[in-house]
DNA sequence: TTTGCATATGAATCGCGGA
DNA sequence: GTCCGCGATTCATATGCAA
C-alpha cells in the first residue's frame, strides 16, 4: 500500500514551535511536536518516564496472523489443550502486543489514560493483553461508521463498526474527562458508548500523486477530535505509537495539544510531517478548558452570610415549601434539635444518606423561590470580579 | 437474588412434545427442549458429540463492583452482585471461560456456529479463548441499547452497549446465515453490525410473587430472535449452557426451533420452565425477521462540527443578528464567560429560561444567515441509511 | 376515559481535595 | 500514605395514582 512519498527519514521535525519535555527521571528530554521514525518499541524505550498524558494506539494487523489463520486444517484439531505449532501466530501477535503496551505503560503519566482502536480480529487480544497489564478499563466504546464497506458476498452482516478501548494506566481513580464539555454538544445529554462517525473520505483522505490513498486504514479526524477533546487538556502531550499518516498528530495540533508520533514508515511519516505542516490550530477561545462545576472554587455557605446575600435567622426551603430549616450566624442549619450543614440538614429532612444543600434549599426572594446555588454563582462571579 | 419461587428440581421437562436426538457416536441421547438442571460444566459433558447447530451463551460477566451505586435522587441501584458472577482473578475467570467453551465445542456439529454476548468486563478475555481454542470469529456484533442506564457520577460515557461474538466452531466455511430474510427485514439493506434494540422491561421482564425481577440480567427476545433468525434454521437444535430464565428457549419455542438448557439455578429454571411453557410457536410462514427497529436520528451539534459543516471558532447569531455566540471544538457554545450546550447558551443570550438552540441560532452561509437546524437536516438526509 | 405528574428502574468495574 | 467532609451526579421507559 506505499506510494511513492518520500524517501528514508530519520527523524522529521514538524513544527517550528517544536520544543522538548521538561527532564524526567531518566534525563531523557521529549521531542514535542515531532515524528519519530524507526521501530516503534525502540523509540518508546527512548522517550523518558511518565511523560505523556494521553496515548493513542491505532496498532497495525498482523500479516503473519492473517496468514496463519488461513490455514485449512484447524478443523481436524480437536483443541483442548493448547497446541503450540497451531497458535503460534496469535502467540507472536500478543507477545508484540505485550511489548508495546508495556513501553508505553513506562512512558505514561501515573493518571494518563490510553485509547487503542481495532477490530474483531486483534480487539480481543489487545483488551485482555491490556488487563493483564494492569490497565484499568473505563469504557469500551463502538465507532459506528455511517457508511461502511457493505459485506459483497451476503455471508456476514455488514461490518458496520470498529472497537475503542479507554483505559487508565492503573486503577487509580484520577484521569482526565470532560463530562461537561461532551454532554454540552450533544444536546445537554450525557454522551453514550457508541459514536456515530462518517469514514474517512474526500478531500480529508491523502492521497498520493497517483491519486491513490496514501494509506490503507487512515482514521477520521472527527474520531480522534472526539477522543482528545475528551479525554485531554490543551497542552497535554498525546503520544500516538503507531502513527501512519498523523492524523492524531494533526488533530492534536488544531486542537492546541502537543504531540509524539512514532512511526516505521518513512514515506507515512513524511506524508504526515506535510499534512501537519498544513494544519492550523483553531483559536484558543474555542479550545479552552471550559470552567466544569467540580474544579470551581469551593464556597463556604458562612460566605454567603457574611457578604449579606443571605441573613442569619431567615429560613431556608425546599422547592416546594415541604421542608424548612432556619439559617444560624455560624453558617449552619437549624432544624427541630438538629443543627449542621446545609448539606447534613437537607439530607436529615428528606431521611435520605445524602442531599446536595446547594440545590436543595431555596430562599425567598421578589415572593419567588430562588435556590441558594444561584446565590453562590453571584458570589463567585463577583469574587471574580474583584479578583 | 433468588426469589421464593420452586424448590430442588433435578431435570424439569419443558414441553410434552419433547424427544431426543439421534445417537451420536457417543451413544448418548440428547434430551431436546429440556432444561438440565446442575453444573454447566458435567451436563454439557453429558451431551453427545456434534449434536447442536448453534450455542447461545450469556455467561457472568465477572463485573468488579466496589462499591454500592445510588442515583442522584439518593435511590439504590440493584447491581448485579450475585454470587455467580464473583471471580477471585482474571486467571479463574479464563480457566472458567476456557471449560465451557471446550466442552461446547465437543458438542457441537462441524458447522455449528457459537453466539457469546459480554461487556468490556469480560468479552476481550472470551473473545481471545474463543479464537486460541479454534473458532473463527464471523462478526462482532454491538446490541446498542435504547434506553441504557445513564452513568450516574458523571465520570464516564454511558455504557449504551454490549458486545456479541458469533464464531463457528472452525474456520470451514459452512455455516448459517440467513442473509435475505434479514436484509428483507431491514428495508432491503444489509443488515450491518449494530443492532439498536430496547432493554428487557415492562411485561416480557419476568417478576416474582414479590414483584422484583427473577433474574438481574434477562436478555429481550428481540436480540434472541435476530440471532435465532439470521443464524438457525426451523428444527435447529439450540443450545444454552447459562439459561437464566430461558429467553433463549422460549424464542427457540416460537420460531420452531429446538432447543437444550443448561441452568445450575433450581430458582431460575424453575422459572424458565413455567415461562417456556407459556409460549406457543408462531406459525412457519410468520417466521420472517421482525423489522429493524431504528434508532431515533438525533444528530449531536458535535456532529457538525466533526463534519465540517460548521467550523470551531464560528459566530452563531440569531435571526436578527441580536445576539451571537462562538462556536468552541467540543460543541459547546461561549457567550462571555459562559459555556454551554446551544440550548443553554441560546436561553442566556435571551434571558429566558428555555430555548431550542436549533432552530435559534444560524450561520452565515453565503451572506445569508442559515439556521442550524438546516444543517442538521443536511447531515441526516447524508447519513440516514445508518441511522 | 384521558391527561399529567410522580415514581420506579436497568449487567455499573461511577469523587475529590485538603489536612 | 489515610481520613474526613464537602457536595456533584441521570436517561429512556414503564407504571400507578390523581385530577
Known amino acids: 500500500m506505499h506510494t511513492g512519498i518520500a524517501g528514508a527519514v530519520s527523524r522529521i521535525e514538524v513544527s517550528r514551535t517544536g520544543t522538548t519535555a521538561p527532564d524526567s527521571?531518566?534525563?531523557l528530554a521529549a521531542p514535542l511536536d515531532r515524528i519519530i521514525v524507526g521501530d516503534c518499541i525502540a523509540s518508546l524505550d527512548s522517550?523518558?518516564?511518565?511523560?505523556v498524558d494521553l496515548v493513542f494506539a491505532d496498532p497495525p494487523y498482523n500479516l503473519q496472523l492473517e496468514h496463519a489463520l488461513t490455514r485449512p486444517d484447524q478443523s481436524l484439531v480437536d483443541a483442548v489443550d493448547d497446541d503450540w505449532d497451531k497458535f503460534a501466530s496469535f502467540g507472536e501477535y500478543d507477545a508484540f502486543t505485550r511489548r508495546w503496551l508495556t513501553a508505553c505503560r513506562r512512558v505514561m503519566k501515573p493518571d494518563a489514560a490510553l485509547w487503542v482502536i481495532g477490530s474483531y480480529h486483534n480487539i480481543f487480544r489487545v483488551g485482555a493483553i491490556l488487563q493483564d497489564l494492569g490497565f484499568w478499563i473505563l469504557n469500551d466504546i463502538v465507532w459506528r461508521k455511517a457508511?461502511?464497506?457493505p459485506n459483497f458476498r451476503g455471508r456476514r452482516f455488514t461490518n458496520a463498526h470498529e472497537t475503542l478501548i479507554w483505559a487508565t494506566r492503573s486503577s487509580s481513580k484520577r484521569y482526565t474527562f470532560h463530562y461537561e464539555a461532551l454532554k454540552g454538544g450533544n444536546d445537554d445529554?450525557?454522551?453514550r458508548s457508541d459514536w456515530f462517525i462518517p469514514l474517512c473520505t474526500g478531500d480529508e483522505r491523502l492521497k498520493g500523486a497517483d491519486g491513490r490513498k496514501v494509506h490503507p486504514t487512515q482514521k477520521p479526524e472527527a474520531l480522534l477530535a472526539r477522543v482528545l477533546l475528551a479525554s485531554s487538556n490543551p497542552g497535554d502531550?498525546?503520544?500516538?505509537?503507531?502513527?501512519g499518516t498523523g492524523t492524531t498528530a494533526a488533530v492534536a495540533k488544531k486542537l492546541g495539544r502537543r504531540f509524539i508520533g512514532l512511526e516505521q514508515d518513512p514515506g507515512y511519516a513524511a506524508a504526515a510531517e506535510r499534512r501537519?505542516?498544513?494544519v492550523s490550530p483553531?483559536?484558543?477561545a474555542a479550545v479552552a478548558a471550559a470552567p466544569a462545576r467540580r474544579s470551581e472554587p469551593r464556597v463556604p455557605f458562612l460566605s454567603l452570610i457574611e457578604a449579606g446575600l443571605i441573613a442569619p435567622g431567615e429560613t431556608l426551603r425546599d422547592q416546594?415549601?415541604?421542608?424548612?430549616a432556619l439559617v444560624r450566624a455560624d453558617g449552619t442549619l437549624l432544624l427541630g434539635p438538629a443543627v449542621g450543614s446545609i448539606h447534613k440538614i437537607g439530607a436529615l429532612a428528606q431521611g435520605l444518606p445524602a442531599c446536595n444543600g446547594w440545590t436543595f434549599w431555596h430562599v425567598e426572594r421578589a415572593g419567588a423561590p430562588v435556590p441558594i446555588d444561584d446565590l453562590r454563582s453571584a458570589f463567585r462571579t463577583a469574587f471574580k470580579a474583584a479578583a
Chains 1, 2 share one sequence.
Do not use: K
Not at 502531550?237 to 502513527?243: I, K, R, S
Not at 416546594?320 to 424548612?324: F, I, L, S
Open 147 to 149: 457508511n461502511p464497506m
Open 320 to 324: 416546594r415549601g415541604r421542608h424548612q
Open 47 to 51: 522517550l523518558a518516564d511518565a511523560s
Open 282 to 284: 483553531v483559536t484558543s
Open 276 to 278: 501537519i505542516a498544513g
Open 25 to 27: 527521571r531518566m534525563g
Open 237 to 243: 502531550v498525546v503520544l500516538d505509537p503507531f502513527l
Open 189 to 191: 445529554l450525557q454522551m
